[in-house]
């Protein structure tokens, strides 16, 4: 018998294309970043993290992931975006108990706002910093960070670089049903401005471009870390990643003092002791 499916079908048969779906699949880790904080926390304090802050939160898929390790746990997400903040609501707070619903608190807010809840961990993740241009707001940010730590506090970054991020390139990340794509449009060396964007293409359909956009200037550690020491952190910590057989990253990062590898691209985690 022949089949009812027409020509070009297969797109009609697809699911509705979810773009944070996509990123979540691509380029987030919450369990591993649950996993790194708690880990950290305790190698740094000799004891256990309970109340996190995600500033730049997004779609809180780390605060979810927070609240659900201990019945203690409290986790509190800023963001500008009520968009993301909807999603996260919808997909990610809506699966989790009650019990674990109420130690979630997420504000659509400025990361810069001084009214912002005391935390043990806060996170920037994802470069989302990296939107602060000037070394005034950089400091702004990372001063309310500091104010907003409790007692024992740490403040924890990610943070790129690489040789590859001197110049524009595309790299394309091949899943089982789409494709990711981290484009690099620009890289001024002046001022170490960039543009970024993430791409998606789903099997079947053409390439949806800039799904994503990131107009940032790419910090370097020893910049992030002297400005960390002026707004009042104690120590400062870069935690590298290992890599594996492949030549890729493992995703098991470990404090280190020096480093002289030549990486076409890393990422590390920073951490500010309060
Ligand atoms: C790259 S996404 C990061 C999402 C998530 N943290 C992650 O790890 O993937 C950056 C987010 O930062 C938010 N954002 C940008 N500037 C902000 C600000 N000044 N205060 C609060 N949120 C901000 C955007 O709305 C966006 O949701």
Redesign the pocket.
Known sequence: MKSLKRKGARSLLLPEFDKYDL?LKS??SPRREVEFLQATYKELRGERARVLR??????FK?LCEWVKEHPEFEGIG????QE?IAYGQEKYAQVLTPHQQNRLKVLH????SPQLPHADIIT?????YF?FKTREVMKEYFLNCHRTLKKNGILTLDCFGGYACFEPNEEETVHDEFSYFWDQESFDPVTHHAQFYIHFKRKGEKKRERV?A?DWRVWSIPELRDLLGDVGFTRTHVYWEGTDKNGEGDGVFKRVETCDEVCESWVAYVVAEK
């Open positions: 990123y380029v987030q995600e500033d730049f939160c997004g779609t780390l800023v963001d500008l975006d993301p807010a400025n990361v810069l920037a993740f994802n470069f989302s939107v994503f990131y």
